[in-house]
């Protein structure tokens, strides 16, 4: 992911175990890294849950 904000569902994501590469700058983006470390938290959570590893 290269945006600045994931704007789609997690679950498909990881139901379908597709790998997501996050480049993240802390400085790089109008809205910061905030939004992709938030994202990144979300999908481990996801995982978790699932037990996908």
């Known amino acids: 992911m290269c945006s600045s904000?994931?704007?789609?569902?997690?679950?498909?994501v990881v139901e379908n175990k597709t790998p997501i590469y996050f480049v993240i700058g802390e400085d790089d983006e109008y809205y910061g890294s905030s939004p992709f470390k938030e994202v990144y938290q979300e999908l481990v959570n996801f995982y978790k849950k699932t037990?996908?590893?």
């Not at 994931?6 to 679950?11: A, E, P, T």
């Open 5 to 12: 904000k994931w704007d789609g569902y997690f679950n498909k």
């Open 51 to 53: 037990r996908f590893k």
